[in-house]
């Protein structure tokens, strides 16, 4: 299975800490699950401009040898970058609907409307569906305030989000204002990524009687919109690489999963845990082939590289694998190190 973009090979490795052996042999015998170590294709240590693979010890079977996974060889002067990516968490998207100040209006019809786009995952704004909420008054508002209108749009939203059944929102009145929430969700590898949802929020107030002069009914400009909250996928999320290795496994173990059952092969897979965070580093390289007319193969390694958030010495299993990759490179080629403290 090929990557997103336009590298034909991409793979993922996925560790919690460098190990101490320097060998292929005594890595393969001697690492603990989830060590990672770059070692030269020869089975020493890393060494100047000498082809390497990145391995990482599992719980497999060792006895069928299913207790590491390697990466394919890389070539040092047929690297062409490697950068890291330190964690940063994945930030909800939060839009506030402003001006229930006002009123409340008589004989007009209160509206928020949550507009989805891409939906589906058919990625073209051209797709959509609108969650629509409502409040209408009548022409007299006695006993109604603005607080009962921003609480019966609410009702409205969620009730429309039950009968649908994704709850993908959050809403909230806070003072004069409806907060509108997207929820972040665990994602299924195989059948749901859970992406962060494109969105953007309208909101209107409209007379419910047109004037008989003009036929047209009176709009109001007491509402605004605004994105309070950025929307942010996140770097070294859970999900994000949960998702990733499902994906790249595809390439590297069986293409259709699942689907020959019983007569399938077993795909491992080692960042299922979605609670777990990492800091990514991605070396990008290529191999070049003897075929006329196919000068080079693009590819992709992705090391995911545990961090415990708001512990900064974690650092220090990213930056193992940093020096490692300095030692094959050149200091040049590799950023530099992530703080420890």
Do not use: C
């Amino acid at each position: 299975m090929a990557v997103f973009g336009p590298n034909q090979v991409g793979e993922v490795i996925v560790g919690n800490a460098v190990a101490a052996e320097t060998t292929v042999a005594t890595f393969i015998t001697s690492a603990s699950d989830k060590e990672i170590k770059v070692l030269s294709k020869n089975g020493g240590a890393p060494a100047v401009g000498v082809p390497f693979n990145i391995l990482q010890k599992t719980s497999g079977d060792s006895a069928k040898n299913l207790n590491y996974e390697f990466t394919d060889v890389v070539k040092p002067g047929q690297v062409n970058s490697v950068t890291l990516a330190a964690y940063s968490p994945a930030v909800a998207k939060v839009v506030t609907v402003s001006g229930f100040t006002v009123g409340p209006r008589a004989n007009t019809t209160y509206e928020v409307l949550i507009r989805i786009t891409e939906d589906g995952g058919s990625l073209s704004t051209e797709n959509f569906r609108v969650i629509q909420g409502f409040y209408v008054t009548g022409d007299d508002v006695t006993g109604i305030t603005n607080n009962i209108i921003m609480d019966g749009i609410i009702a409205n939203i969620n009730k429309a989000q039950e009968k649908e059944g994704t709850n993908n929102f959050t809403l909230a009145r806070v003072g004069t204002t409806i907060t509108v929430t997207e929820v972040l969700k665990a994602s299924d590898p195989a059948k749901d990524i859970a992406d962060p949802l494109q969105f953007d929020v309208q909101a209107y107030i409209k007379g419910n009687t047109p004037n008989p002069a003009t036929g047209n009914t009176t709009s109001y400009s007491d509402l605004s919109v605004a994105v309070t909250t950025a929307q942010s996928a996140g770097v070294g999320t859970g999900k994000g690489i949960a998702n990733y290795e499902w994906f790249t496994k595809g390439y590297k173990y069986e293409v259709y999963r699942d689907t020959g059952y019983p007569a399938n092969f077993n795909t491992p897979y080692y960042a299922q845990d979605q609670s777990k965070t990492y800091n990514v580093i991605s070396i990008n390289h290529y191999s070049e082939n003897v075929v006329v007319g196919v000068e080079r193969q693009p590819k992709s390694i992705t090391i995911a590289v545990e961090f415990t958030v708001g512990d900064v010495a974690t650092n220090a299993a990213t930056n193992d694998v940093l020096a490692d990759l300095r030692t094959v490179l050149g200091a040049g080629a590799v950023p530099a190190d992530l703080a420890v403290a």
